[in-house]
């Protein structure tokens, strides 16, 4: 005998709005392509053009020219694209006609992962059965560093990516930790290959600044060059070796070019620090900037070339004085409000 | 397609899976070792033999009928094309039992157990999902050492369940419980093995009927 269940029609009715975004079957992707490529020819034909040679950009503007739209959006208007790019990928049903979904963990709910997870852990036993029987037949096993500083382990984002899985923090560092386990055992030679699908290389960055070497000129005089700035002020100077401590900017005198002690002095500062004041000679050209921006690029720029001439203990101590740094300091914005870029507009009480 | 499926059930013993283990082969295994005497479950004591220095022995003649029956009766569900779902919470043999499913062409799930995997089921997997239709626990309690979350939940989706019970664990909610160790390797490999076999062979005769009736 069948007992009556009782149930509500809250029960009985499907709820549409948490069954979630809709799957799509490989079957109905298939179809869409097919629909969409006849649907391509039959545009060709229309707009008059050859069907074997109607590129994407063709049907845009064909759609464009059809359906004339006035929406702002782009997303909005009429489109007509490859069915890839349309549903997104991840979103095919995951079982076949009888209901048997195709991957062995599907049940889990993350599927890639736990896939990813149970391929790493068999990549470790291995590794280990095989040290056993090393270790039986007689040979040590080898302690090698493979790890080079230049190679780094996919971050998160990349891993969703590469699964079309979430993945929390948690999950992330546990996949880390075994990968790094399966690193520091030894005879890791045949995993690699599968390691360096989940590492990058980071280009190594230079720390050393290279010194230029000192050229020679047609007398045999040694010279170098440096460049340098210092708010709108760029300036290139040659410094050359057994000299008077003549300088020359912009092919004038330096006391006709800078009238005032300050940005004279400003010049010498690189020879006062190194003793060398009326060793070198000195041509520079400037351009941009004011009086004393000019003396500040010159300054930098003269220091650079110095560097050629100079120990690197000595070179330590004109970034230490900080000779060598660029001064970042720009004019600041005024910004609407106020008088200039800090000052703020007379505040009245009444 | 009738007689394909009425066949099977009128014998006994149809899939012959008596012949796949042995008393000897259990005691090999060692599979009648149960945990100490302060770890036993109260419901379990039907299934004890005795109990020797502290340490609870499982009577392996009970074991040998309900393993016969537990494994005739996944013979059966795999013959009618049924899905099985392989759940084991201990990390020593988890990687086996994924092994182990993926060879016979079955389901398994070794890791955390999501709240509503079965009974929420409809938003967890996707609309439309097949549930299993068998489930089959290698080891029955999770890593707290309390009853899995499947046993219940499977009992309330009607989905029958087969599982190695040990002394500490509790049998109730298990449609063919089979009373063994589940801590051992030797142990955990024997049921493996043998799961393993029974869903072989079932599917092999389920092919072989096929062909034989789309001859006739």
């Known amino acids: ?350 | 397609d009738d007689r394909l499926l009425a066949e099977p059930l009128g014998h006994p013993d149809f899939f012959n899976v008596q012949e796949l283990f042995s008393l000897k082969d259990l005691f090999d295994a060692r599979v009648h070792l149960g945990h100490k005497k302060g770890c036993r479950h109260r419901f379990m004591e039907p299934y004890i033999f005795g109990c020797r220095l502290g340490q609870d022995i499982i009577d392996l003649d009970q074991t040998m009928q309900h393993l016969q029956l537990a494994l005739n009766f996944t013979a059966h569900v795999a013959y009618r094309k049924g899905i099985i779902l392989f759940v084991s919470r201990n990390r020593q043999f988890g990687h086996l039992v994924e092994s182990t499913a993926r060879e016979c062409g079955e389901y398994a799930h070794t890791r955390y157990w999501q709240g509503g995997l079965l009974t929420n089921a409809h938003i967890q997997l996707g609309p439309g999902v097949r549930l299993p239709d068998l489930l089959v626990f290698i080891n029955s309690l999770n890593n707290v050492f309390e009853p899995h979350v499947a046993i219940r939940d499977a009992a309330k989706m009607n989905i029958p369940t087969v599982g190695v019970v040990d002394t500490n664990c509790n049998p109730c909610l298990i449609t063919y419980p089979v009373p063994g160790n589940d801590d051992s390797p030797t142990a955990v490999e024997l049921y493996c093995k043998l799961f393993k076999m029974t869903i072989i062979r079932a599917k092999d005769k389920r092919k072989q009927k096929e062909v034989f009736y789309e001859l006739q």
């Open chain 1, 1 to 350: 005998t069948l007992r009556v269940i009782y149930t509500t029609t809250v029960v009985q009715r499907k709820n549409v709005a948490a069954s979630g975004p809709e799957k799509y079957t490989e079957a109905f992707i298939k179809k869409q392509i097919e629909e969409f490529n006849l649907g391509k020819r039959h545009l060709a034909n229309m707009m008059g053009e050859d069907p074997e040679t109607f590129t994407q950009e063709d049907i845009d503007k064909a759609i464009a020219y059809l359906f004339p739209s006035g929406l702002f959006d782009e997303r909005a208007r009429p489109m007509m694209k490859h069915p890839t790019e349309i549903f997104p990928e991840k979103r095919k049903i995951q079982w076949g006609e009888d209901g048997r979904p195709f991957h062995f963990l599907f049940y889990t709910g993350k599927q890639s992962y736990y896939s990813l997870m149970h391929e790493t852990y068999g990549m470790l036993l291995n590794a280990q059965k095989y040290q056993d029987q090393m270790t039986a037949q007689g040979f040590p096993p080898e302690k090698e560093k493979k790890n080079l500083p230049g190679s780094r382990w996919l971050t998160k984002v990349e891993l969703e990516e590469m699964l079309l899985e979430k993945l929390s923090d948690h999950d992330y560092s546990r996949f880390i930790q075994l990968l790094q386990k399966l690193v520091t055992l030894p005879y890791g030679n045949v995993e690699e290959k599968y390691m360096q699908k989940f590492s990058k290389e980071i280009a190594t960055q230079l720390q050393k600044v290279v010194i230029e070497p000192l050229k020679y000129d047609e007398q045999g005089v040694a010279f170098s060059t440096g460049e340098g700035q210092r708010k709108t002020a760029r300036a290139t100077a040659v410094v050359y070796d057994n000299g008077s401590g003549k300088i020359t900017v912009n092919g004038v005198d330096v006391l006709h070019y800078f009238p005032v002690l300050q940005d004279r002095e400003q010049l010498l500062f690189p020879f006062q620090f190194l003793d060398r004041i009326g060793k070198h000679d000195m041509i520079c050209t400037v351009s941009g900037g004011g009086r004393s921006s000019q003396a500040g690029a010159i300054r930098l720029a003269s220091a650079k070339a110095l560097r050629s001439f100079v120990t690197e203990k000595e070179v330590e101590f004109m970034r230490q004085a900080g000779l060598l740094t660029t001064d970042p300091r720009l004019k600041e914005r005024k910004k609407p409000g106020q008088e200039g870029a800090r000052r703020k507009f007379t505040w009245k009480k009444r």
